[in-house]
C-alpha cells in the first residue's frame, strides 16, 4: 500500500462491552480486533498508512436480522439516545470518511457508531 492509503477494520461494540450472553468468543475477537487496529496504525503510520476500525452497535442488517430476535433489537434501539438501529449507509458514509483525505490525521481510532449507546 502506498502512502496516504487507509484500513478501516471491522470490530464491533461487542469488543467494548463483552457482548450479550454466549457471545464472549465473539466480543473477545472484537477486541482482538481493535488491539490489531491499534498497532497496525504505530506500524504503518510512519509510511504514511492510516488504519482505523469501525465499532457498530446495533445496525439493521441480515446479520440482526438471522441472530437477534425482535424484542432484543427494539429493546436495544429503544436505549439509544436516537431511539432506532443504525443503518447500513451510514457505517459505509463513516468508511468513506475514514479512507478520504478528510480524516488525513485520524490513525490508531476504533471509532463508536452506536446511536449514542455507549461511548468509549
Do not use: W
Request: glycine share 14%; net charge negative.
Amino acid at each position: 500500500m502506498e502512502a496516504g492509503g487507509a484500513i478501516v477494520n471491522f470490530a464491533s461494540q461487542a469488543g467494548r462491552d463483552g457482548g450479550g450472553p454466549g457471545a464472549a468468543i465473539y466480543a473477545t475477537s472484537k477486541g482482538a480486533v481493535m488491539t490489531y487496529t491499534r498497532a497496525l496504525a504505530k506500524e504503518f503510520g510512519p509510511q504514511g498508512i492510516r488504519v482505523n476500525a469501525l465499532c457498530p452497535g446495533m445496525i439493521a442488517t441480515k446479520f440482526h436480522d438471522d441472530f437477534t430476535i425482535d424484542a432484543v433489537r427494539e429493546k436495544v434501539a429503544g436505549s439509544t439516545p436516537l431511539r432506532r438501529e443504525g443503518q447500513a449507509n451510514e457505517v459505509a458514509d463513516l468508511v468513506l470518511y475514514l479512507v478520504s483525505d478528510q480524516s488525513s490525521f485520524i490513525t490508531g481510532n476504533n471509532i463508536d457508531i452506536n446511536g449514542g449507546l455507549a461511548f468509549s
